[in-house]
């Protein structure tokens, strides 16, 4: 398949119009199934390691559920306060960090190791856990597509959510995602509007043949 | 920015049509500057914890770096090939892994660590070697739109990569990829076409509330 100009323009432009989305922007309004279908399937078409597809998603609507999810949030977003000083801890303090309950759903994105050796992922084990990394921002850009916010929360234990989520022993969370409708998605990064982080200059991170 | 029906068959199109690029179809043309920058742009506008973008590209054409570098992935390779018994050795010996040499360029993809604090990466550590990642799929789905073909080698030991490429002592590998024109993509996986692994089944993996 031989993808045209406006085909490449439409990709740049999903690419940029992808915003991590957090409760602030979330509307009441449930997600179609239709729509959580289109953003898994792009999720389980992404790039795997030996072809090993190393991914579960624990898709959870149950608000006893996200509940107990945000008490961990709660947790360690306190832990995370301490960590800045000053300006910048009355900044963090202001920024709203997930939409656990203000979305309509949410998923748990696992890691799932397999129990033969797989191709590729014999020197680098991470290769396994890139993967389904992959399979999240392919479903980012999915849900973008479709105008559904989606943003990752790492501000959580991934051993008490595995807890919550009753998760096998072997698995390893990789993502905490939440989606729902938007009233709008910001032109820029919330992050750099707020002039917490500057946007890197391109010619400072690529370098030429070596360091 | 609201997308059309259209623009969301095209990203998925676009996700459907990507590929692991191995030596075996790259054909010998350069890849133009503007392309090659183009995918940089998509890599650099992938989502990072705390607006963090913690990534770091070295373009590498040099053919003694690349020689390098391959001598690396036959070391690897030769007790990967340990790992795999009877019919599979078999299978995996005959296959091709990399193209370190007969794509156009490769690019390293590096984590750079903060020397401070960054907002989301505060409990799960891991959170911004998961943006290079991310950076890694934008740059795989924008070569893809462009007709370039790529694949991620990880058949590399990360240790000697940072030593032939110089990079300081603080840097992560993340990703080894090679890029160049190809004579065909593949309808489907290599390793799917090849019956190495099964593509798994939707209901297998998507899970309800809990496990």
Redesign the interface.
């Known amino acids: 398949?031989?993808?045209t100009s406006e085909?490449?323009e439409?990709?740049?432009?999903?690419?940029?119009?992808?915003r991590?989305v957090r409760g602030n922007r979330f509307i009441n309004s449930p997600v179609s199934q239709k729509d959580i279908d289109?953003i898994?399937?792009?999720g389980?078409?992404?790039?795997s390691?030996?072809?090993?597809?190393p991914?579960?998603?624990?898709?959870?609507?149950?608000l006893d559920?996200r509940n107990k999810i945000k008490e961990s949030f709660f947790e360690?977003n306190e832990?995370?306060k301490q960590?800045?000083k000053e300006k910048r801890a009355d900044a963090?303090t202001q920024?709203k960090?997930e939409g656990i309950i203000e979305s309509a759903l949410n998923i748990a994105v696992f890691y799932k190791p397999s129990k033969h050796?797989i191709?590729?992922?014999?020197?680098?084990k991470?290769?396994g856990?890139?993967s389904v990394?992959?399979a999240?921002?392919?479903m980012?850009?999915?849900a973008?597509?479709?105008?559904v916010g989606l943003g990752?929360v790492?501000?959580?234990?991934?051993n008490k959510i595995k807890t919550?989520?009753?998760?096998?022993k072997d698995r390893k969370l990789?993502?905490y995602l939440c989606l729902g409708h938007v009233d709008k998605?910001y032109e820029n990064?919330e992050?750099?509007r707020l002039q917490?982080?500057k946007?890197?200059n391109?010619n400072d991170?690529?370098?030429?043949?070596?360091?």
Do not use: H
């Not at 390691?49 to 597809?53: A, D, H, Y």
């Not at 998603?57 to 149950?62: A, S, Y």
């Not at 991170?205 to 360091?211: F, G, H, N």
């Open positions: 398949m031989k993808f085909d490449i439409t990709l740049e432009q999903i690419i940029l119009a992808r991590d289109k898994l399937f792009a389980v078409n992404a790039p390691v030996g072809f090993s597809q991914w579960e998603f624990v898709v959870i609507k149950d559920i360690e832990k995370a960590l800045f963090y920024l960090l050796p191709l590729g992922q014999t020197t680098m991470e290769a856990v890139y990394v992959c999240i921002q392919n980012w850009l999915m973008r597509a479709l105008g990752w790492s501000i959580l234990d991934p919550i989520l009753k998760a096998p990789i993502g998605f990064p992050l750099e917490w982080e946007r890197k391109i991170i690529v370098i030429k043949e070596s360091y």
